[in-house]
């Protein structure tokens, strides 16, 4: 369960691509992994992150959705820098945090929360990005789940299923879902979220 203390320890999306960007040049990444695949990774993130920054639109039903909603909600996203998902996934949700003056996105490194990502474990992983939105209960201090989202769409999840069912290499597994992520532009992310604010 989210509380007070992980909101307060959460960064903004700014203060993340901050940090990123400062590790880097000291040629480091965040979390304990600080191999050169690591941060090749992260560097490569900034990139992506940079990019999609510039390019990704949401949809017209997306703003829609964004544009009804007037009850303040926090987007926690558990993250990493050197996390190809979370760099194709952040810069979406940070544009629907920018469409949306309702919604706040707060971003908590993984590595640093474990209290937090083992509660919203995937398959038994701690697969990252992870999503949970809440909302503050007025009356209690305590806040109220939404949703879950994440760590990726649900295609490109499925991509991972089987490459891991098969035992295929990493580096095999990593350009595959790239690739569809390339192909998708965002929309999958996107009309996964929009089928989430609908439910709400």
């Known amino acids: 369960m989210i509380k007070q203390e992980h909101i307060d320890r959460a960064m903004s999306y700014g203060q993340y691509v901050k940090l990123l960007n400062d590790l880097m040049e000291q040629g ?26 510039k ?11 964004l544009a009804k909603i007037t009850k303040p909600s926090i987007w926690v996203v558990i993250t990493e820098g050197w996390c190809g998902d979370a760099a194709q996934n ?23 929360n474990l209290d937090v ?27 109220k789940e939404l949703f879950v989202w994440g760590p990726r769409p649900d295609a490109a999840q499925q991509i991972m299923i089987d490459y891991k069912s098969r ?12 690739k569809w992520y390339n192909a998708d532009h965002t929309l999958s992310t996107q009309g996964e979220m929009l089928a989430l604010l609908e439910r709400l």
């Open 167 to 178: 035992n295929l290499p990493h580096d095999e597994l990593a350009l595959a879902i790239q």
């Open 28 to 53: 480091r990444t965040t979390g304990d992994n600080q191999s050169e695949n690591y941060l090749n990774y992260a560097k490569l993130n900034l990139q992506r992150m940079s990019r999609l920054e």
């Open 90 to 112: 952040l810069p979406v949700l940070h544009a629907m945090e920018k469409q949306c003056p309702a919604i706040e996105l707060k971003l908590l490194l993984r590595d640093e």
């Open 55 to 65: 390019t990704a639109e949401l949809t017209d039903e997306l703003k829609a959705a």
């Open 117 to 143: 990502m083992d509660q919203y474990l995937t398959n038994g992983s701690r697969s990252i990005p992870k999503v949970i939105a809440v909302r503050k209960d007025e009356a209690t201090g305590s806040y």
